[in-house]
């Protein structure tokens, strides 16, 4: 049973330039949540998707966008990179209306030079 | 006032003692609680679901008081492996609004 997988691991951008990091759910999960971790602090939401539609943001810029795919998968992009995204971004997955708990990927440590 | 606050830590303690975390959460309409564990450079990682009637998972104890909106961790006989960070986690019917407290950071010493 394959969990929340995510890509790249780790990744290493300029200002300015786009990045493209990527979720597959566990199996039998059908929402998507993004969330970006400063260092020290904790998950802070993004966004999440369900049938294909951003279906609940928090309070991040338009730079951060996403999309949902019929399998499930999940992209999050981020445009016109600032320093002040470089932070460890995990992808979590669940079923929607549940109560049931999240189920985290690795996370893409992202750094911004 | 944030969402979901947490002690803000650390804890430095010995291998053996009991440990308490508190979280406090704004949101009456809250409806599903957790906790989560977070090793350094990692991904978090569920340590229990938190009820209305308290749940115990061995050594960890969880407890919810809905009226004073506070949810609260307890480690008996602390291990060395236990250090790590402790995220209190609120969310909404079906996961929507799902917040993350800070977290709190234990070490465990021997």
């Known amino acids: 049973d394959a969990g929340v997988t995510q890509s790249p691991t780790h990744l290493i951008k300029t200002r300015g330039q786009q990045v493209t990091l990527r979720c597959s759910p566990k199996?039998?999960?059908?929402?998507v949540s993004w969330y970006q971790q400063a260092l020290g602090q904790g998950p802070q939401f993004i966004f999440q998707?369900?049938?294909?539609?951003?279906?609940q943001r928090g309070n991040f810029p338009d730079r951060f966008s996403g999309h949902q795919f019929p399998n499930y998968s999940s992209e999050l992009n981020v445009n016109a990179l600032l320093l002040g995204d470089s932070a460890l971004y995990l992808c979590?997955?669940?079923?929607?209306?549940?109560?049931?708990?999240?189920?985290f990927g690795d996370g893409t440590r992202l750094s911004i030079l | 006032r944030k969402e979901v606050e947490q002690d803000p830590g650390p804890f430095n303690v010995p291998e053996g003692a009991t440990v308490a975390f508190n979280c406090t959460y704004s949101?009456?309409?809250?409806?599903?609680f957790f906790w989560y564990r977070q090793d350094c450079r990692k991904e978090p990682k569920l340590l229990m679901s938190?009820?209305?009637s308290g749940n115990e998972d061995g050594r960890f104890t969880a407890q919810l008081n809905r009226a004073s909106q506070y949810i609260s961790l307890l480690i008996r006989d602390s291990k060395l492996s236990d250090s790590a960070t402790y995220l209190c986690?609120?969310?909404?019917?079906?996961?929507?609004?799902?917040?993350f407290g800070a977290g709190t950071r234990l070490f465990v010493k021997a």
């Open positions: 986690v609120v969310s909404q019917v079906g996961g929507f609004k799902t917040i």
């Open positions: 949101n009456s309409a809250s409806q599903s």
């Open positions: 979590a997955s669940s079923l929607a209306n549940s109560n049931q708990p999240q189920h």
């Open positions: 199996s039998g999960h059908d929402t």
């Open positions: 998707y369900y049938e294909e539609e951003e279906r």
């Open positions: 938190v009820y209305s």
